[in-house]
């Protein structure tokens, strides 16, 4: 990433693999929720890209998902 003026700018699209790596998620698995829709992407050409705000829409869900869980358990 870039920093300009005390700013980082990160990548506007990420391709499959790069967003694995952001997550922490198996290039296989994160293919998977591409695929089957959970992790929204499109075409450009013949790459699949992803954009860095529905990652952290999956990552937000991932940590209210973790809340529910634990506060519906105790």
Do not use: W
């Amino acid at each position: 990433m870039e920093t300009e003026n005390n700013i980082t700018i990160g990548r506007i699209l990420l391709s499959v693999d790069e967003a694995s790596s952001r997550l922490g998620l198996s290039k296989s698995y994160m293919h998977t929720l591409v695929r089957t829709g959970v992790i929204p992407s499109f075409k450009v050409g013949k790459l699949r890209k992803i954009k860095p705000e529905d990652l952290e829409t999956f990552k937000d869900g991932l940590e209210v998902d973790a809340f529910e869980d634990s506060y519906l358990n105790s």
